[in-house]
């Protein structure tokens, strides 16, 4: 299994897209169609920046799907930016599902930037959900703020 790190970086720059997109990372899914998983790791990221979309959008990462035993984890990370959408809305995490064991993890982060959306918008994370997948039960999936 291997391992995507993005550490101790920033954006002070105006980000805007359709769907998403964020600050640091737009959209992350941790398998490659054959089942051979690999690990995300942000740490110490902040958004400085305005972020605006539709739907998935966050200050730090916009949208994840962790399958297959894989982690996806935002550490250390802020939003000090204004995030503008329609659904899924986050501060730090637009939109978040975990599926066959996938792990996702909001430790020691912060939102101070404003938040608009029209539905799923919360300051740390807008939306998140357990998703069953090739008939894997989804209690095997794992959320973690």
């Known amino acids: 299994m291997g391992r995507i790190t993005i550490a101790n970086c920033s954006n002070k720059g105006e980000v805007s897209g359709?769907?998403?997109?964020?600050?640091?990372?737009?959209t992350t899914s941790t398998d490659d169609g054959d089942h051979n998983g690999?690990?995300?790791?942000i740490i110490q990221c902040r958004n400085l920046g305005?972020?605006?979309?539709?739907n998935s959008i966050g200050g730090?990462?916009?949208?994840?799907?962790?399958a297959w035993g894989t982690q996806v984890a935002i550490e250390q990370s802020m939003n000090s930016g204004t995030v503008k959408g329609n659904s899924d809305i986050g501060g730090v995490l637009g939109a978040?599902?975990?599926?066959?064991?996938?792990?996702v993890l909001i430790n020691n982060c912060y939102n101070d930037g404003y938040i608009y959306g029209s539905n799923n918008v919360g300051g740390i994370h807008g939306n998140f959900g357990v998703r069953g997948y090739y008939g894997t039960d989804p209690k095997t999936a794992k959320y973690t703020l």
């Not at 359709?18 to 737009?26: C, D, K, R, S």
């Not at 305005?50 to 539709?54: A, E, F, P, R």
């Not at 730090?60 to 962790?66: N, R, S």
């Open 38 to 41: 690999f690990d995300v790791h």
């Open 96 to 103: 978040g599902y975990a599926a066959v064991k996938g792990n």
């Open 18 to 26: 359709e769907n998403e997109t964020a600050g640091i990372l737009g």
């Open 60 to 66: 730090v990462l916009g949208y994840t799907y962790p």
């Open 50 to 54: 305005s972020i605006t979309g539709n």
